[in-house]
């Protein structure tokens, strides 16, 4: 009989990258007091989470009011004490808050962080509107090349993969050589965090492309199995998830992330460490 012929398994896919994103634009953190807003508060989670099994950490920033912020001094001041204290990709949010100028979410990149998130295209917010209108993305997605920052790309909806085709078409490859998407399922008025969706995005992506997914609130473990069942990465944190279970704030991020990294391990494909997410997304090596 002769052996079956098994398709060469994509880079990375014996091991599972893990993205903590603990703070976002959005959670109060006088609702959820573990929520790290000082740059004090964010070293810390930033060292838990490593240990914990993440490898990339998505960075908002908050100001003294700990309300969302895009100054770039206190952006600057938080890669390098990230640098300092983890081994983690420092990866700055270029998407903010909802009411932010585009011209402060492309400085953003000012602050020579490792990598940055990008998101494909405007979608409902719930009762607000996330803008990203195409000329924006594309300027967007320029600066990251010439300023050798390795962009994450964000789809929220199936028509953001549209774009990205769009994006690489005209602009080529990203900084690093490598795609790596995230799927943010489940945003009220983006796609439904469940598994058909996720099947349908993930086969729309472009070949060769790695990608995460995470699940908003109560559909943050439907989409962590469903995305570790399909062979993606994962992310997880209270700018998504603010409950660990129905009626239980979460405690930190580091408990969020060693529950995925715990699934990881279960389904075979442990957390990858920094080293190697580094090698895997084309990041630089600052060290
Ligand atoms: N806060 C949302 C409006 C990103 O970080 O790039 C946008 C967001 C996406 O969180
Ligand atoms: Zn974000």
Redesign the pocket.
Known sequence: MTPEKTPKPPAGSGTTLITVAPT???ADKKRHPALPVTLNELVNTARECEAAGASVI?V?IRDDQARPTLDLTRLRDTVRALRESSTMIVQL??????TDAYADRLAVLDAQPDAC?L?CGTVN?GDEV?MNPWPFIRELYARTKELHVVPEF?LFDLGHVTTLHRLLDELGEPHGGHVHCDLVMGVPGGMPGDAPTLVSAVEALPAGASWSATGIGRRSLTVMFAALSAGGHLRVGM?DTTSYTKGRKVASNAELVQRAAALAELSQRPPMRPYQARAFLGVDDHS
């Open positions: 976002g634009a959005e998505h908002h949010s270029t998407g903010g808050a909802v998130s998101t917010f996330f964000e700018e």
